[in-house]
């Protein structure tokens, strides 16, 4: 979670409205693809991570400091997007707070046998993403 963490922070205040959110795919204990929230919130880390993992992300760990999305807005749910890749385990940071998607892109992960982990790193990436969080209490 530390290196995704690290991705988040490279954008950190430069993802409009977005939060600074960072990812990281490991594959046999290499990380195969890595993002994080482009300027102005676009695209998101999980779809950066996935085209630069490829392949590699089938049976592979995500490690995410905010929940994937799960609703449609400027781009497809995140959590759709992971789950077409056939990832195997998903580690979430932080829970989204938006109404739109708290605990709704979790819950599609794991109704699709994803094995989903809520809450490592979740002092560090609250930290990381503090500015964004302020906007969403």
């Not at 994937?68 to 997007?81: E, L, N, R, V």
């Not at 707070?97 to 990436?125: C, F």
Request: proline share 4%; charged share 20%; with cysteine.
């Amino acid at each position: 979670m530390t290196a995704a963490i690290e991705q988040s922070l490279l954008q950190r205040g430069r993802t409009g409205e977005n939060p600074n959110v960072g990812c990281v795919i490991v594959k046999d204990g290499h990380i195969v693809g890595r993002g994080a929230t482009g300027r102005g919130g676009r695209p998101h880390a999980e779809t950066q991570a996935l085209a630069q993992a490829g392949a590699q992300a089938r049976a592979a760990d995500v490690y995410v400091t905010l929940e994937p999305c799960s609703h449609f807005g400027q781009t497809p749910p995140c959590a759709d997007a992971l789950i077409q890749a056939k990832i195997a385990r998903c580690y979430i940071a932080v829970i989204d707070p938006d109404k739109r998607v708290n605990y709704q892109g979790a819950a599609r992960l794991q109704e699709a046998g994803i094995d989903t982990q809520i809450g490592l790193g979740e002092q560090a990436a609250r930290a990381a993403m503090r500015d964004w969080l302020v906007t969403k209490s």
